[in-house]
């Protein structure tokens, strides 16, 4: 059985670090390309970032971009999202998501393994 589980949310105050793990088990994943994708309360789920199946391309939301930081460890199928100088918006619950021999890009319907999910809360 294919899952992914993350880890690493919690509370923290603006301007701090979290970094995200996604622990990817019950199969392959050195074709699979990865994203994190979140939603915050009351919105709809947005793109954060992802990384190609080859691991050499990445795609960043405007949003993040120059504070986060997606990679892979394909010894350990893990998948992180290194987080910092974190704001009260990038409140939300995140997802990882994983697709075969993807190149990356944040549309949604693309990927079709989730996890499920960890809340990260930045207070002000």
């Known amino acids: 059985q294919v899952q992914l589980v993350e880890s690493g949310g919690g509370l923290v105050q603006a301007g701090d670090s979290l970094k995200l793990s996604c622990a990817a088990s019950?199969?392959?994943?050195?074709?699979?390309?990865f994203a994190w994708f979140r939603q915050a309360t009351g919105k709809e789920r947005e793109f954060v970032a992802s990384?190609?199946?080859?691991?050499?391309?990445?795609n960043y939301a405007d949003s993040v971009k120059g504070r986060f930081t997606i990679s892979t460890d394909n010894a350990k199928n893990t998948v992180y999202l290194q987080m910092n100088n974190l704001k009260p918006d990038d409140t939300a619950v995140y997802y990882c998501?994983?697709?075969?021999?993807?190149?990356?890009?944040?549309?949604?319907?693309?990927?079709?393994?989730w996890g499920q999910g960890t809340q990260v809360t930045v207070s002000s």
């Open positions: 019950g199969r392959t994943f050195s074709n699979c390309g």
């Open positions: 990384i190609s199946y080859t691991g050499r391309t990445t």
């Open positions: 998501a994983a697709a075969d021999w993807l190149i990356g890009g944040g549309r949604s319907n693309d990927y079709y393994y």
